[in-house]
């Protein structure tokens, strides 16, 4: 066999050099690690401070919102108890018809009883307690005298049930048909029919003062004359002395119109006595007022023929039939002013939200119909008002001159 020693030769070299490759290898590696560049690390990278947190937020209590009261609050002042109970409960029923005709959910009546033991004052400073927008009443100008204190210190406006114009101030308006509303509408009628020469027979009281005074007013502006003014006892029965005093003055001088401010028997009684000691009431045209809206008035022969002003009797008896197929009974005269002082009050709310009871809005010049005609009310706190003038007839009355439906017809 033949063997080949090259071939041994040759593979058992490498075996010899591979510890010593692998130390070249070895130290080549460190020499290499010895000459590298040193690279120093870079410095850690702050992190910024957490934010602290935030503080707890506290909650404040909540204050509960009250809700806005849009409710209209209108104070009515009535003799609820005592002697003028009744009239004050039909009153109370006229202005509850006046509610129910043209009032709101948001309308509210607050009434309080003018006779309570504190006084129609206190009756006022309860309503106003309950923060009342407007006060209605109260009937009688004594009472407006005292419930008008607290009233104006408030500044709370006042519309009275009241006929006493002594009582009319700035934002305290008199609703009542004054006795000089209707003696001016009378005269200034009479006036129109030629009547120049007036007289008057009037009670000697503070009443017949008012109407005196108010007659003169009325006759100089229609650019007539006073002939002669007599005063009588209104106590006394016996009527005689005045009559007989007027008729001397008729004899003397004469006159066209004579004016009696009085109503009922004592009414009659006069006109009775006139003929019988020769004053003609055929010639002399005898004037009066409301006092003498009585059907027995309309049953004396000698009232024929005569004049006296009072509110539109055909909004009246509209008025007072509705009331009375309400109530079962017919209205006091007064009912009429009670509705209409309601339902003024629900037309001023009506204005904007809220109400407008201002003075400029309240005397608006336009004024206000109601079932006693049109009105409006002055600064002063007086009302103009529009009257019909009716003649007496046999058994009845007869509108001789209508009410005027608006203020222009009153001024021309």
Request: with cysteine.
């Amino acid at each position: 066999m033949i063997v080949s020693t090259r071939g041994d030769k040759c593979h058992s070299r490498p075996r010899r050099l591979l510890p010593a490759l692998a130390g070249v290898a070895l130290s080549s590696l460190m020499l290499l690690a010895a000459c590298a560049p040193t690279v120093t690390p870079p410095p850690p990278v702050s992190q910024p401070a957490p934010a602290p947190a935030p503080a707890p937020v506290v909650q404040a209590p909540s204050t509960p919102v009250e809700p806005i009261d849009t409710d209209i609050k209108v104070g009515l002042l009535l003799p609820l108890s005592g002697p003028q109970a009744s009239l004050g409960r039909s009153m109370l029923q006229a202005a509850e018809m006046g509610l129910f005709d043209v009032g709101s959910e948001n309308f509210k009546l607050v009434p309080r009883d003018s006779a309570t033991s504190g006084g129609p004052a206190a009756a006022a400073r309860d309503a106003l307690a309950d923060k009342v927008d407007v006060i209605l009443g109260p009937l009688f100008g004594a009472e407006l005298k005292q419930a008008a204190i607290p009233a104006m210190a408030a500044r709370v406006p006042m519309v009275s049930f009241s006929n006493d114009n002594s009582q009319a101030q700035p934002g305290v308006y008199i609703l009542g048909v004054t006795p000089e509303s209707q003696i001016s509408r009378v005269v200034a009628y009479a006036a129109s029919q030629q009547v120049k020469r007036f007289a008057i027979m009037t009670p000697n009281s503070p009443f017949g003062r008012i109407v005196l005074s108010a007659y003169q007013e009325a006759v100089v502006k229609v650019g007539g004359t006073i002939s002669q003014v007599v005063f009588y006892d209104p106590k006394s029965p016996d009527l005689t002395l005045p009559v007989r005093e007027m008729a001397d003055a008729y004899k003397r001088s004469g006159f066209d119109a004579l004016m009696i401010p009085e109503g009922g028997q004592k009414l009659r009684a006069f006109a009775a006595m006139l003929p019988a000691f020769e004053i003609p009431t055929g010639l002399v045209r005898l004037l009066g007022t409301s006092q003498w809206q009585d059907p027995a008035t309309a049953a004396e022969g000698a009232l024929v023929g005569c004049w006296f002003a009072t509110p539109a009797p055909e909004r009246w008896q509209a008025f007072a039939q509705r009331y009375a197929a309400l109530y079962g009974t017919p209205p006091d005269p007064r009912a009429g002013i009670v509705y209409d002082a309601v339902t003024l009050a629900v037309a001023l709310a009506q204005t904007r939200e809220g109400g407008d009871f201002s003075t400029t809005r309240m005397t608006n010049p336009s004024g206000f119909a109601g079932v006693t005609g049109v009105f409006r009310l002055g600064a002063d706190g007086k009302a103009e008002r529009g009257l019909a003038v009716m003649e007496v007839a046999p058994g009845t009355f007869t509108v001789k001159d209508p009410a005027p439906t608006t203020f222009a017809a009153v001024i021309n």
